[in-house]
């Protein structure tokens, strides 16, 4: 039950955090950019704001 008190202590607490918050930033960027399909594919997507309705349904059909 001591270790339970150690988590309510904000000097234990906040480095742990921030070591966990850094491990999963770190873990996403790697699954988004570690491949080259996935990467490819996401950045084919930051155009999509940008294109008319009209270009949208040439592709689709």
């Given amino acids: 039950m001591e270790w ?3 988590f309510t202590q904000f000097e234990n607490t906040k480095p742990l955090a921030l070591v966990i918050f ?6 996403i960027l790697f699954y988004v950019y570690g491949s080259k399909q996935r990467g490819s594919k996401l950045e084919s997507y930051k155009q ?3 294109l008319d309705d009209e ?3 040439e592709k689709q059909s």
């Fill in 4 to 6: 339970l008190l150690w």
């Fill in 48 to 50: 999509i704001p940008l």
């Fill in 22 to 27: 850094f491990t999963v930033f770190c873990g």
């Fill in 55 to 57: 270009h949208v349904k």
